[in-house]
């Protein structure tokens, strides 16, 4: 089993831990960056990586300041792969991205992730969840996931939201690049339903400093097409093309991020 170590981390030579010296992505020097940590649940394909150079690049653009006043920086941890921070306050706010695991199944990383998301709640720092992170946020805090019955979930499917959010007010459509098998079947308690769909209730949900979304806002349309010529081979070729084919001409890709930037830097606050 991969544990982690709360202490002085040894850093391997190339490793992406090696940002946590201080090399910060983002970093802007008129004011201080807050420090958000990423805590990567998986790589790219290797044939992905020929056009995009990591999964870490993908949230350093979404989390990239979109205005002069906030500076938000990342250093990324491969906790799949027993990189782990060596303490909950290495940062100023936490995000757990997607990954092709399953939180249900449980590799081995997942228990001690699950753990580590209890001390930063504990803790009150701000914690964002993406498609995988969404899902192990609930379900360390209380909650259950689950295979969909509908199984694969792709595309920019039909979401509602159920709040004022990202730029959306209630009772309007979202649309976000999507790519699941599982879902949340019980939220963890205290949590407020953002968004829902009819094939997945608990889509995008909030509570006190946490903030988690069952779809890919650090996806882009070029990046979602790329990555569905892997998808192909597990989900089928039906399940992708009707994906494909059902991309609508418009994505709110970039209001999600812009709000996640924003709700980020005034958490911290």
């Known amino acids: 089993m991969v544990k982690p170590h709360w202490g002085p981390t040894k850093l391997r030579p ?4 090696a940002n946590a010296r201080g090399i910060l992505t983002g970093m802007k020097t008129d004011s201080p960056a807050i420090r958000v940590g990423v805590l990567l649940c998986d790589d790219l394909h290797e044939e992905l990586r020929t056009r995009w150079p990591s999964y870490l690049s993908l949230f350093e653009t979404l989390l990239g ?22 303490q909950v306050d290495a940062a100023d706010a ?8 399953s939180v249900h199944e449980a590799p081995d990383w997942v228990p001690p992730l699950q753990g ?3 001390q930063v709640d504990a803790a009150g720092l701000p914690l964002i969840g993406v ?11 209380g909650g259950r996931t689950e295979r969909a019955e509908q199984g694969w979930n792709l595309g920019a499917y039909p979401v509602e939201c159920e709040v004022d959010f990202a730029g959306r007010r209630a009772g ?3 649309s976000l690049f999507a790519v699941h098998q599982d879902q949340v079947t019980e939220p963890a308690p205290g949590f407020e339903r953002l968004a829902t769909s009819a094939h997945c209730p608990w889509y995008a949900s909030s509570r006190g400093q946490t903030l988690i979304i069952q779809g890919h806002p650090e996806f882009d349309r070029e990046f979602f097409s790329a990555l569905m010529q892997r998808v192909r081979e597990k989900a089928g070729e039906q399940a992708v093309a009707a994906a494909l084919e059902g991309l609508p001409e418009r994505d709110d890709t970039h209001a999600v991020r812009q709000f996640m930037r924003a709700w980020c830097a005034e958490a911290v606050r």
């Open 94 to 101: 936490w995000l757990v991205t997607g990954s092709r695991a």
């Open 65 to 86: 300041s979109a205005d002069s006043k906030t500076s938000l920086s990342t250093v990324g941890y491969r906790v799949h792969d027993g990189e782990w921070p060596a």
């Open 131 to 141: 498609c995988f992170g969404h899902q192990l946020v609930h379900s360390a805090l």
């Open 14 to 17: 190339g490793s992406i831990k």
């Open 116 to 118: 580590f998301v209890r």
């Open 172 to 174: 309007e459509s979202l």
